[in-house]
């Protein structure tokens, strides 16, 4: 069983770090779309970033479903000791709503109903890099 659990982790971590790679990508494309002044542009970027959303959106659901299955085999215990883990469940749902977020953008985008400069994108792209380097501490140090 044990060993088991090891492929579900080793599939775990594969699909986070894919999640973010789009997490990390995904807000790039926006902050071009919104320096955009040509249609052409307008439309390549928003075909990149409607691909990327819906390429990024099952590799999101795997991630979670094999970090829910890593996390039963350990019971789903939350009791003292594990208060790190309820830090981390927090980000992992903030991720959830920062991807759906992402989603709205980009509906935005293909609507044309962006509201926001190219500087707020660039702003909104560094969130996932904090929430990855508080998760990433967060499991190794396990400092609660």
């Not at 894919?18 to 040509?38: C, D, H, K, T």
């Not at 970090?67 to 309820?86: C, D, E, I, R, T």
């Amino acid at each position: 069983m044990e060993n088991a659990m090891l492929w579900v982790k080793s599939f775990h971590i594969i699909f986070v770090i894919s999640w973010f790679a789009g997490l990390f990508y995904l807000p790039r494309i926006f902050v071009n779309q919104a320096m955009a002044s040509e249609a052409a542009e307008q439309t390549r970027l928003g075909l990149m970033a409607r691909k990327l959303y819906r390429f990024m959106t099952p590799i999101a659901i795997l991630a979670l479903i094999f970090g829910l299955w890593n996390w039963s085999f350990y019971g789903f215990y939350l009791g003292q000791g594990w208060a790190w883990m309820h830090v981390k469940l927090t980000l992992v749902t903030a991720l959830i709503a920062y991807h759906a977020w992402c989603g709205k953008i980009y509906r935005d985008f293909a609507a044309g109903k962006n509201t926001r400069s190219h500087l707020w994108y660039r702003v909104f792209n560094e969130v996932p890099v904090l929430i990855l380097i508080a998760v990433v501490i967060l499991v190794v140090v396990k400092p609660f």
